[in-house]
């Protein structure tokens, strides 16, 4: 079964730090997303990125987060200046069409702000 | 998308079937009903989705009554696997991704 994959599995830096969390979706998926799930909290919605473009994006993802998918199979998620409050789990996701709900989310990037 | 509301929490023991309905009062006529799994640290997992009446797969079933106020997710004789938090979700995919997840209900399956 096709995997969407994420690295690293978990990441600590320094307030303050930038970082850049990788994915690669399924290779003929053409939507991508990025959600986070703060420890014991809800899986929230950050971005959704299609045709080289951000289609949608929430209030979470404010101008410290980019994205972008730099070669074509790549998908990935800065954050320019990190702060505590961004310590959370970061899911990729992927999907052939909008319409479909069926969504592969990948493992995730364990984020910790030290 | 359309407010869902689901127990917070179930328990169950292995090879019972467990089934957890989720209301959807406000649905809409273009609105599919969608759940996930999801095992800690890890992210969630596509099920199943249906629109009326009953769908099934190798997973589970989905049976929407024709009101389509509600849904049932049925998943047939579980296993200490089967832990997990199960998310309902209805929408019409037009909001290009934006999947509102709630708490979900915490299923745990014990020996």
């Known amino acids: 079964e096709p995997e969407v994959t994420q690295t690293p599995s978990h990441q600590v830096t320094q307030m303050g730090q930038e970082v850049i969390l990788r994915c690669v979706p399924i290779?003929?998926?053409?939507?991508f997303y990025w959600y986070r799930q703060i420890l014991g909290q809800k899986v929230e919605f950050l971005v959704s990125?299609?045709?080289?473009?951000?289609?949608?994006k929430s209030e979470i993802f404010d101008d410290q987060f980019s994205v972008e998918r730099p070669d074509g199979s790549n998908f990935t998620l800065k954050i320019r200046s990190t702060k505590l409050e961004d310590s959370a789990m970061y899911f990729c996701?992927?999907?052939?069409?909008?319409?479909?709900?069926?969504?592969?989310f990948g493992s995730g990037t364990r984020l910790t702000v030290v | 998308l359309a407010k869902t509301t689901q127990p917070i929490s179930m328990d169950s023991y292995e090879g019972q079937e467990v089934n957890i309905t989720c209301s959807h009062n406000?649905?809409?006529?273009?609105?599919?009903i969608t759940w996930y799994q999801q095992f800690p640290s890890q992210g969630p997992r596509f099920i199943i989705q249906?629109?009326?009446t009953k769908v099934t797969n190798e997973v589970a079933s989905l049976f929407i009554p024709a009101d389509r106020k509600s849904s049932t997710l049925s998943l047939p004789r579980v296993s200490l696997s089967d832990t997990a938090v199960y998310y309902c979700?209805?929408?019409?995919?037009?909001?290009?991704?934006?999947?509102?997840f709630g708490k979900g209900t915490k299923l745990s399956v014990k020996p």
């Open positions: 406000n649905i809409a006529t273009n609105d599919y």
């Open positions: 996701a992927s999907s052939y069409t909008q319409a479909n709900y069926g969504y592969t």
């Open positions: 979700l209805v929408g019409d995919g037009g909001s290009q991704g934006n999947l509102i």
């Open positions: 990125f299609y045709n080289n473009e951000i289609s949608e």
């Open positions: 249906g629109y009326k």
């Open positions: 290779s003929n998926h053409l939507y």
